[in-house]
């Protein structure tokens, strides 16, 4: 009944914004490819990290120390999380994977699929009047990296 609110960490957050941009590749098996390679589509399982040198990114989101064994990882929030999100090449290519994804129709209905595929739930009419305004000013792609972004897709209550 009760749970401690927890933000997704590295591999969660990655497959999420694969799988709601309909890019993830559930491909089994096989060679694994670079965790920052924007061509890898694969579950984040199946990605590559090397321990002796470890990608920035795969840092900033608290990675187990490849040195010691490491039951629990630490869990923190901290700013370099937020300007991944707004910065990289990952984030930017699953926004705009989003925004293809969406048919055609009104704004509004545009946006009521969009809340449908990342939140599994249909916006209020102030979260319609806002992303129809948000629209109106700026591309899709603007928009889907926005809603990607919150925390309600970020973080586990």
Same mark, same amino acid.
């Given at each position: 009944?009760?749970?401690?609110?927890?933000?997704?960490? @590295?591999?969660? *957050?990655?497959?999420? #914004?694969? =799988?709601? +941009?309909?890019?993830?590749?559930?491909?089994?098996? &096989?060679?694994?490819?670079?965790?920052?390679?924007?061509?890898?589509?694969?579950?984040?399982?199946?990605?590559?990290?090397?321990?002796?040198?470890?990608?920035?990114?795969?840092?900033?989101?608290?990675?187990?120390?490849?040195?010691?064994?490491?039951?629990?990882?630490?869990?923190?929030?901290?700013?370099?999380?937020? @300007?991944?999100? *707004?910065?990289?090449? #990952?984030? =930017?290519? +699953?926004?705009?994977?989003?925004?293809?994804?969406? &048919?055609?129709?009104?704004?509004?209905?545009?946006?009521?699929?969009?809340?449908?595929?990342?939140?599994?739930?249909?916006?209020?009419?102030?979260?319609?009047?806002?992303?129809?305004?948000?629209?109106?000013?700026?591309?899709?792609?603007?928009?889907?990296?926005?809603?990607?972004?919150?925390?309600?897709?970020?973080?586990?209550?």
């Amino acid at each position: 009944w009760h749970a401690n609110r927890r933000r997704l960490d @590295l591999e969660q *957050m990655r497959d999420t #914004f694969l =799988a709601v +941009a309909g890019q993830l590749n559930t491909t089994m098996f &096989g060679r694994p490819a670079s965790i920052t390679s924007t061509e890898n589509l694969r579950r984040t399982i199946y990605s590559f990290v090397e321990r002796q040198n470890i990608p920035n990114v795969v840092q900033t989101f608290d990675f187990a120390n490849t040195d010691t064994s490491t039951a629990r990882r630490v869990q923190t929030t901290v700013p370099q999380q937020a @300007l991944y999100a *707004m910065n990289s090449d #990952f984030v =930017a290519n +699953a926004a705009t994977a989003l925004a293809e994804r969406l &048919g055609d129709g009104t704004d509004k209905d545009k946006i009521t699929e969009l809340y449908s595929l990342v939140f599994g739930r249909l916006p209020s009419e102030e979260e319609l009047t806002l992303g129809v305004a948000f629209v109106d000013q700026m591309p899709w792609e603007q928009y889907t990296q926005v809603i990607l972004m919150t925390n309600e897709l970020m973080f586990i209550d």
